[in-house]
């Protein structure tokens, strides 16, 4: 069974920082691209980064650019999210998701919430 | 960036009725890389429809998508009581991942 599983979230200062891990299980990582998409309380869907199966190529909304950094560990089976300079926008609900080819988004984990205030 | 913009923003339509959501993008989105979800209070989204037509893995079948170019619509027919939730297409390509802002369909 397809398990993806968020941690780290948390309460945070406003540019302060915060490491968010998901757990993949069910299926080799390393066979797939990984996505985190966020939520804000009572928002829609907003896509933050992608990274492909070797971390060579990680794409970014441009609100999260330069202040946060997507990574993998295919070896731990491990997706993570280096979030720098938050701000009070951040605030949501992180979901780390994985990209079947030519599918799009085909399983999510329960996300991980992150608040940001002083 | 490309846009996505669904209509309407809240939808009320009774059980055993259709529902028809549209989503509309500012350019020309290729039909294989146009996704559809569902989303439950306090849950993730489930991904319903891919490829613009193609529904995934245990979607049932009252459930289809249609469209190509800049439109696109999600349709459920005979609506079951599970099937009120919010429902947000999305585009995927050229390293860009946009949703739309997402359509509420709730009991009348």
């Known amino acids: 069974e397809v398990q993806l599983v968020e941690s780290g979230g948390g309460l945070v200062q406003p540019g302060g920082s915060l490491r968010l891990s998901c757990a993949a299980s069910g299926f080799t990582l390393s066979n797939y691209w990984m996505h985190w998409v966020r939520q804000a309380p009572g928002k829609g869907l907003v896509w933050i980064s992608r990274i492909n199966s070797d971390g060579s190529s990680t794409p970014y909304a441009d609100s999260v650019k330069g202040r946060f950094t997507i990574s993998r560990d295919n070896a731990k089976n491990m997706l993570y999210l280096q979030m720098n300079s938050l701000r009070a926008e951040d605030t949501a609900v992180y979901y780390c998701?994985?990209?079947?080819?030519?599918?799009?988004?085909?399983?999510w984990g329960q996300g991980t919430p992150v608040t940001v205030s002083s | 960036d490309i846009v996505l913009t669904q209509s309407p923003g809240t939808l009320s339509v009774s059980p055993g009725e259709r529902a028809t959501l549209s989503c509309r993008t500012s350019?020309?989105?290729?039909?294989?890389?146009l996704a559809w979800y569902q989303q439950k209070p306090g849950q993730a989204p489930r991904l319903l429809i891919y490829?613009?037509?193609s529904r995934a893995t245990g979607i049932p079948d009252r459930f289809s998508g249609s469209g190509s170019g800049t439109d696109f619509t999600l349709t459920i027919n005979r609506l079951e009581p599970e099937d009120f939730a919010v429902y947000y297409c999305q585009q995927y390509g050229r390293s860009r991942y946009t949703f739309g802002q997402g359509t509420r369909l709730e009991i009348k």
């Open positions: 998701a994985r990209e079947e080819v030519a599918v799009s988004l085909d399983y």
């Open positions: 490829g613009a037509s």
């Open positions: 350019q020309t989105v290729s039909s294989a890389y």
